[in-house]
């Protein structure tokens, strides 16, 4: 059997990868892969790594060192790995869909909740106040909300948003054929929608798409909501959006420099990122910690395609979620065979 380690591991993680699990001898870690802990993967076959996971050009040398050929990624985002690196070295994996709807459901469920107070109407009657003084919140049907990103999550959120009777306006650089929704340019989409939702992945040309230009662009009491990757927004631009009241609401489940805290429990620490700590407090804002993809649905689908990508590599057979380094555009491609 091949042996793999596995980074970064929650029990939530293990479940499904036991259960699954029929060719590898598996050992699970709970430290992130790092150049630190790079040298626990001595001796193995291949690695299993998290988004959350550095895989920078010291750490890829040195898995390169211990003889690692496959680092599989259990997640879609590869914004983490330093692909130039790899390149010619160790061949990189990915899951490329676990469930679009797990993560299209937990954008809207932020956004239900951020509108109609939830989250604080929770608070208060576990306290025994029926009070509804500032719970009010507003119809979605009729109000236009601007999708950035029409990818498979995208066009699910853009059917539930439909569903409750919403305007669909949207951007993407590589548009989908025969949309039954309407495609506008960046700046009509910023100024026209009553919510903005972000399904886009991260790029060196997305990075910061909405920063201090861009809010200025929009409607006062616009929602932001962001369940794709935290460096979509320049955090501190947000919350002097939200301060000046150009932004009513926002609902997180990334966040720019989550890597070390999210996935952790740090409830009895001092966090020491003052952006985080100010948005944390503001009753508008809601932050999950990137859990919009777990439901039992993704973890299952995510187990069976990291092992399927894994089996395909050590049996030599076509690498179908494969992402490399093109040195010809000098870009990232997933296109590679």
């Given amino acids: 059997m091949k042996k793999i380690a596995f980074f970064d591991t929650k ?3 293990k479940k499904w990868f036991d259960r699954l699990n029929k060719n590898f001898d598996i050992d699970y870690y709970t430290e992130k892969l790092t150049p630190k802990t790079a040298r626990l993967a001595k001796g193995y076959d291949g690695v299993v790594a998290f988004v959350n996971d550095t895989l920078d050009s010291e750490t890829i040398e040195l ?3 211990f003889g690692i050929g496959v680092i599989a990624m259990r997640c879609a985002g590869y914004n983490n790995v330093n692909f130039k690196a790899a390149h010619n070295k160790i061949k990189i994996l990915r899951v490329p869909a676990y469930s679009p709807y797990a993560v299209a459901e937990h954008s809207m469920a932020l956004f239900l909740c951020l509108n109609r107070k939830i989250h604080k109407a929770y608070n208060r009657t576990r306290d025994f106040n029926f009070s509804l003084n500032r719970l009010t919140g ?3 049907n009729g109000k236009t909300v601007g999708v950035i990103g029409t990818g498979k999550i995208g066009q699910i959120f853009i059917k539930i948003c439909k569903g409750f009777g919403m305007n669909v306006i949207a951007y993407d650089p590589y548009p989908i054929e025969n949309p039954d929704f309407q495609y506008v340019e960046l700046e009509k989409l910023y100024r026209e929608s009553d919510v903005i939702s972000l399904h886009c992945p991260l790029t060196e040309s997305s990075k910061y798409m909405l920063n201090a230009q861009v809010f200025e662009m929009m409607k ?3 929602y932001i909501i962001n369940t794709s990757r935290g460096g ?3 955090s501190e631009a947000l919350l002097n959006a939200l301060k000046n009241r150009k932004v009513a609401g ?8 989550e890597t070390d805290l999210f996935f952790e429990d740090y409830s009895d620490k001092i966090i020491d990122d003052d952006i985080l700590a100010r948005l944390v407090s503001f009753p508008n804002v809601i932050i999950t910690s990137h859990q919009a993809f777990l439901t039992d649905e993704a973890l299952r689908n995510i ?5 399927g990508n894994l089996e395909a590599y050590f049996n030599d ?3 179908k979620n494969e992402v490399c380094y093109c040195q010809k555009k000098g870009d990232v491609t997933s296109e590679c065979n």
């Fill in 250 to 257: 926002a609902g997180l489940d990334v966040y720019e420099e």
């Fill in 317 to 319: 057979k076509p690498l």
């Fill in 220 to 222: 006062d009491g616009v």
């Fill in 303 to 307: 187990a069976e395609i990291t092992l």
């Fill in 232 to 234: 979509l927004i320049e």
């Fill in 63 to 65: 898995l390169y060192e």
């Fill in 11 to 13: 029990q939530y993680d």
């Fill in 138 to 140: 507003f119809d979605l």
